[in-house]
């Protein structure tokens, strides 16, 4: 199930999903090493995040 929910992000989702959620780089260290706006990423991840609780309630799981 949870492949299948990782497959229902795009590719940049899903790097960052992995990133933050599976190894548990925090947002702002992740942010210095690509460079980019910590504020941009942190909505970013957010918006991954309730992708994934959408994906899990469709599929009857309550998250």
Do not use: N, W, Y
Not at 31 to 40: A, N
Not at 42 to 56: G, I, N, Q
């Amino acid at each position: 199930m949870l492949a299948d929910a990782m497959d229902s992000l795009l590719p940049e989702e899903r790097e960052l999903a992995m990133k933050v959620f599976g190894e548990q780089i925090p947002v702002t260290e992740l942010s210095q090493q690509i460079g980019g706006s910590r504020r941009t990423l942190a909505f970013r991840k957010d918006k991954v995040l309730e992708k994934l609780r959408h994906f899990f309630r469709e599929h009857g799981f309550d998250v």
